[in-house]
């Protein structure tokens, strides 16, 4: 994946698998588990689509939850990672894929 000369960031192509992975820790930087994870991606056309632990997720070990996440669309794409119940926490970032001349 090459990077963006501008920004820094990583660039992806239609087709890639991305592993999104959030992990969760106390405020005393101890991994802690949330009774419930929940995944948001929304695409560079405003779909948002939601996937859920358990459900969709996957549990790598204790605080630590990712998803494997096809790319099909171009553009800017924004996720936000949420932990509910036991441990409370969120956050969110983006990423962003290239135009191609092949879709």
Known sequence: ?????FTGTSLYNIGDKLRLQATFTDLTDVVADPTAVVLKVKNSA???????????????????????FDVTVSGTHYFNWAGTGAYTAADESSFTVVTTVFA
Do not use: C, F, K
């Open 46 to 68: 405003g779909t948002v689509t939601t996937y859920n632990y358990p459900g969709t997720i996957t549990r790598a070990s204790a605080g630590v939850y990712y998803y494997d």
């Open 1 to 5: 994946m090459p990077l963006d000369p």
